[in-house]
């Protein structure tokens, strides 16, 4: 289908990946406060800001066919705490000095996506997508080999986001619904989190006076921003298209992490990259001679 207002979803588009790549900047301001802090507050303003966005930004229906479906209820509630464990492993990688790792994660994901698409939903692969798994396969292997030891932090960005975009596929419901639903769910585990955690930065009245405080409690409008730019960029490109401009995103990081963050890219990992990226040129070329037969 042609896009209605290409221009429009490229705006859109690049607004809501160079928001997702840049988040680096946002949790090193707040680095102070735990990682598992951040996501529980990630969660409540998620929770309370996506609620009043969907006053605004009206979605009919969507709470009957939830309400009426109680099965997609119990697959937002798996794909909520998968969601909620990527965003810990990636505040935690983060402002551990991993951001070249947590990069490599997402460039691995389009491939993670591909490989679990064959072994879970029976999907036939390309010889091309064969070539691309391949190469992303002995990207993580020489990792391995090289440094002694998996790239754990890639492989769980990668598989958490890649399994929870399979999940998602099995309960259609639009991506702000979804997510309000997905953190609402995960507010109860979050407050109790705060609860026994008495000792908390944020459960000190002082913390509140403090610039830090505002910081997390941005954490709802940078979640939910660049999803409303997304959702509404799917709707002026094709998904292609989208898929493209995904690699925007971890490039940022990657760039940060050496520029502004000195991270070291030692010869094995760099070695690693040039095999991912390899792969990614090959399920890209594979995607866009797709697109041109249909």
């Known amino acids: 289908m042609q896009a209605a207002n290409p221009r429009r979803g490229y705006i859109l588009g690049l607004s809501a990946y160079i928001i997702w790549g840049l988040f680096p900047l946002y949790f090193k301001a707040i680095a102070s406060v735990p990682a598992a ?9 998620s929770a309370l800001f996506g609620g009043l966005l969907l006053l605004v930004w009206k979605h009919p229906g969507w709470w009957r066919e939830l309400r009426d479906n109680p099965k997609r209820l119990a697959i937002l509630a798996l794909s909520g705490s998968l969601i909620a464990g990527n965003w810990l492993t990636y505040v935690w990688s983060v402002n551990s000095g991993r951001m070249l790792e947590a990069s490599l994660g997402y460039y691995i994901n ?17 010889r091309l997508q064969w070539v691309a798994v391949g190469l992303a396969a002995v990207g993580v292997m020489q990792q391995v080999w090289q440094v002694g030891s998996l790239p754990w932090v890639s492989l769980v960005l990668a598989l958490t986001f890649g399994f929870y975009g399979l999940i998602r596929k099995q309960a259609p419901v639009k991506a702000l619904p979804g997510l309000v639903v997905e953190t609402w769910m995960l507010v109860p585990i979050a407050l109790a989190w705060l609860l026994l955690n008495p000792a908390a ?20 409008p940078v979640t939910l921003i660049p999803l409303v730019c997304f959702n509404a ?6 998904y292609t298209t989208l898929g493209f401009l995904q690699y925007l995103a971890p490039t940022l990081v990657l760039l940060q992490a050496v520029l502004l963050f000195d991270e070291h890219m030692s010869p094995a990992s760099l070695v690693a990259f040039v095999f991912i990226w390899a792969g990614l040129a090959v399920y890209s070329i594979d995607a866009w001679l797709s697109l041109r037969k249909r």
Request: net charge positive.
């Open 201 to 220: 930065h944020s459960a000190n009245m002082a913390f509140w006076s403090t610039s830090e405080a505002w910081w997390l409690v941005a954490a709802g």
């Open 110 to 126: 389009p491939l993670v996506n591909v490989l679990l698409g064959m072994l879970i939903l029976g999907e036939r692969l390309r």
């Open 233 to 238: 960029a799917a709707r002026h490109l094709p």
């Open 37 to 45: 802090e951040i996501i529980v507050h990630r969660v409540l303003w």
